[in-house]
């Protein structure tokens, strides 16, 4: 059994793919790619930790049918963080925020990235769409970004993050990028029109 950490598939919405300069001409298109490249990864046994906005609506324009279509097609076994779509389609999870340990590192999971944990190491989170891939939020925190925007819109190994933040800190201690650059917890951008 694997892990994996993904975001904001946003199944259905038409307009993401526009707001987002997502590369395909059609929703159907769109749901079809991210399926397959889901499951070209994903085993039915490994863990998907999903960072929010699984499918845009539900309700009169789905209602659980919907959400659970898409479901029963990916690969694994979902762990819901609830997106801000979330709160308008049939997914229910409850859930805002996850804190784990895992390969030696304390991480919180969250959908927003105002929503992170300053006083964790490593904070994933969904929302941002393309904007960037890791970013510090402060000097001992960082966060990544797990949207499939910036991964290709494939899930992503544990393994594949620790070599992207491994790669960022080496770039930031040779000056390539700021070590103070950090988010604006209010003002943060990237949410490409949601």
């Known amino acids: ?18 707001y987002c300069k997502r590369p395909f001409e059609t929703a159907e298109e769109m749901n079809e790619t991210i399926i397959r490249k889901h499951n070209e990864r994903v085993k039915p046994d490994d ?6 906005d699984f499918i845009f609506k539900g309700g009169k324009e789905g209602g659980v049918e919907k959400y659970r279509q898409f479901e029963k097609r990916l690969n694994g076994k979902f762990i819901f963080i609830k997106g801000n779509h979330d709160r308008h389609n049939s997914l229910n999870t409850i859930i805002s925020k996850i804190y784990i340990h895992y390969g030696s ?9 105002e929503d992170a944990d300053p006083n964790v190491p490593w904070n994933f989170c969904g929302h941002v769409h393309e904007k960037y891939k890791v970013k510090r939020l402060n000097e001992n925190s960082l966060i990544v970004n797990l949207c499939v925007e910036v991964w290709d819109y494939y899930p992503v190994a544990f393994k594949q993050i620790s070599s992207v933040i491994a790669t960022f ?26």
Not at 105 to 113: E, S
Not at 171 to 179: H, L, M, V
Request: aromatic share 14%; hydrophobic share 30%.
């Open 47 to 52: 863990t998907v930790f999903f960072l929010g």
């Open 105 to 113: 590192k304390d991480i919180c999971m969250t959908h927003r990235a």
């Open 1 to 18: 059994m694997n892990y994996w950490w993904t975001s904001d598939y946003h199944f259905s919405h038409f307009n993401i793919i526009r």
């Open 169 to 194: 800190l080496k770039d930031e201690k040779k000056g390539i990028q700021s070590p103070t650059e950090s988010i604006d917890p209010v003002g943060e951008v990237g949410d490409c029109g949601d």
